[in-house]
């Protein structure tokens, strides 16, 4: 993404409007005025020794809540989970040092799927900065690459400002992480604050508004063609232009594809969604991009995992490319007809243009043609002969295969029993892509994943997140073994602080989808992805439900589909956090499946 200039630019750049004095006060007060100024409810905190003075003044706040993760890195996927699900900014803080290194894998993932963060670091005093002192890191340097702005304060009389800056630049435009390095120092001096109402950088411009020209162009494109797609991912949820999409859909009659982290933008359940598209996306969509005439790519950057051999995706198509970020332009596909907007902006002024100037072309013939893709490969399982004669089998189902549950069906189970209304949060692996193929999303900010960065561990920290955000809700986490073990201490949130969030583990023992990846292309020769106990293959290892339970969360394991709905229906009615640990078999691959840097023609679909 396009950054503005990582040091705080001088008092000429930017303009603010009416101050508000307040009383002399420490630093560490300021900052947590601030931020109850921004409306934080919640922060997800780790005290070290360069943030007690922070982590006292939080003590005397009658408006935020300060949620202790039992790791950093739980700490920030959690905020990342509650921004994800709220579209506001995500607060989280650390010390120095280890604590603030600990946060930069989830500031990165927030950067990749544009999630708006603020991370809060404690620093060293400013005398002991650049000397090597006791946890001392240089947090500014270190994520620069990874940040969308960051300040390191020298002046507590800047911590209004800052905070100020920090809030707006994470929220507007395309949305980012801000990383805030606060010295002890600072945090202990005293001066009398003045909060801005606002702020105004110059050079920062995040109100992209699309060209009227352009838009007329995008209608008379429509009106020619004869096989559109609509391909839109994670800027339709951010900018709020879920209900703007529906209404040029329905107008315009053209099938809608998501990225990953588009998922939500369009209802699944619409007779003209296809999905989602990419490696382990829906055949039928990607089929339907490689035959479109015309793909209008809106809120996407043509990530690798969506197009494969970049230079063939849609290849004899028009492609026009909507986003508010001009460093996304042509960066990774070439397009015909390039739009830097907003894309609500753009998507509101296209219904007004196409309130007056309907399109008159129908798109019955291509319809059917992807009625005949939907029916050629829809999203399904079946009990193959490979898991009947798997280990899994004869190592727990006594033989009786037939008992054996496959991981799509849990999810498609779970779809049924919340009425496809819950918030789903996820790990990375097999269990992500499972969880986003049987499970139909009908709303923005249901689904909760790590999109760019594949983060595993985010699962639970975020579903924590979510469920801070919304306590009404039901929230689950579904998660591999692999995955699930990475925060697992997270678990330690959830009962302290009553965050009833659920987690189901998909349990195959492996690292599932680099298993199914040495299947493909190593001739499944074992690359230390075996996560069971190799001395006692019969035993599922770790046992989770001791592990839970040590946490004081109530779990079940379930090891046969006689039991799966009444343990579901458990975990589902339970008002405190769970976990349903499942047996499933490893032998399942994650289909349709096209390998990295290939195309739909290289598309494995059984």
């Avoid at 639970?460 to 692999?482: C, E, H, M, N």
Wanted: charged share 20%; with cysteine.
């Amino acid at each position: 993404m396009s950054k503005i200039a990582k040091k705080p630019a001088g008092k000429a750049t930017r303009k603010t409007s009416r101050r508000e004095v307040g009383p002399a006060m420490m630093g560490s007060d300021i900052l947590v005025k601030c931020l109850e100024r921004e409306g934080v409810e919640a922060i997800f905190a780790y005290p070290g020794g360069a943030s007690m003075e922070i982590h006292q003044s939080l003590t005397r706040s009658k408006q935020i809540h300060t949620y202790l993760p039992r790791h950093e890195q739980g700490g920030v996927f959690a905020a990342e989970g509650y921004a994800k699900v709220t579209g506001k900014a995500g607060v989280c803080m650390t010390t120095s040092g280890p604590g603030a290194t600990n946060l930069v894998t989830g500031i990165a993932d927030a950067f990749m799927d544009s999630v708006p963060l603020i991370a809060i670091t404690g620093q060293v005093p400013q005398t002991m900065i650049g000397k090597g002192a006791f946890q001392e890191t240089d947090m500014f340097g270190m994520t620069l690459p990874v940040v969308k702005h960051s300040y390191l304060v020298t002046d507590v009389n800047d911590i209004p400002r800052v905070v100020k800056e920090a809030f707006h630049i994470a929220q507007t435009g395309r949305p980012g992480p801000v990383v805030i390095d606060l010295p002890k120092s600072v945090q202990q001096s005293r001066t009398q604050p003045v909060f801005p109402d606002s702020v105004n950088l110059r050079g920062y411009d995040p109100e992209k508004r699309a060209d009227e020209v352009a838009l007329h162009e995008i209608v008379g494109l429509i009106e020619k063609s004869e096989r559109p797609v609509l391909y839109v991912g994670g800027g339709i949820i951010t900018s709020g232009a879920a209900a703007e999409l529906r209404r040029f859909v329905e107008a315009t009659g053209i099938p809608v594809t998501t990225t990953l982290m588009g998922i939500g933008a369009f209802p699944e359940t619409h007779p003209l969604s296809l999905r989602w598209l990419g490696m382990h996306g829906a055949a039928f969509a990607n089929w339907a991009v490689a035959e479109a005439d015309l793909l209008l790519a809106f809120g996407v950057r043509f990530d690798d995992r969506v197009t494969g051999k970049v230079e063939k995706f849609c290849e004899h198509g028009t492609i026009v490319h909507i986003d508010i970020d001009a460093s996304e332009i042509n960066k990774n596909r070439k397009v015909h007809l390039p739009i830097i907007s907003d894309i609500r902006h753009a998507l509101h002024r296209l219904n007004a243009i196409l309130a007056e100037r309907p399109v008159q072309r129908k798109f019955n013939a291509w319809h059917g043609r992807i009625a005949d893709f939907k029916a050629k490969a829809p999203f399904a399982w079946q009990l193959t002969d490979e898991v009947l004669r798997s280990q899994h089998v004869r190592d727990h189902m006594g033989g009786d295969a037939g008992e054996v549950i496959l991981p799509q069906e849990a999810i498609a189970l779970l779809h049924e029993l919340t009425g496809g209304d819950a918030i789903i949060a996820t790990g990375v692996g097999q269990h992500q892509m499972w969880s986003a193929q049987f499970y139909k999303f009908s709303q923005p900010r249901q689904f909760v994943t790590s999109g760019g960065l594949g983060a595993m561990g985010f699962g639970y920290p975020s579903a924590l997140g979510a469920k801070v955000a919304f306590p009404d809700r039901q929230v689950v986490d579904i998660d591999g073994d692999g995955s699930f073990l990475m925060n697992i201490q997270e678990l330690g949130t959830a009962h302290i602080e009553g965050i009833a969030a659920k987690a189901m583990i998909l349990n195959n023992q492996h690292l599932g989808m680099v298993m199914q990846w040495e299947d493909r292309f190593y001739q499944g020769n074992r690359g230390h992805t075996y996560l069971g106990d190799p001395k006692n293959a019969r035993q599922i290892y770790p046992d989770f439900v001791t592990i839970a339970r040590g946490f004081g969360v109530p779990s079940e394991r379930v090891m046969y589909k006689k039991d799966l709905r009444a343990a579901m229906e458990r975990m589902l009615e339970s008002s405190q956090p769970y976990v349903l640990d499942i047996a499933t078999p490893y032998t399942e691959h994650v289909l349709p499946f096209i390998p990295a840097g290939r195309t739909v023609s290289d598309m494995i679909i059984e």
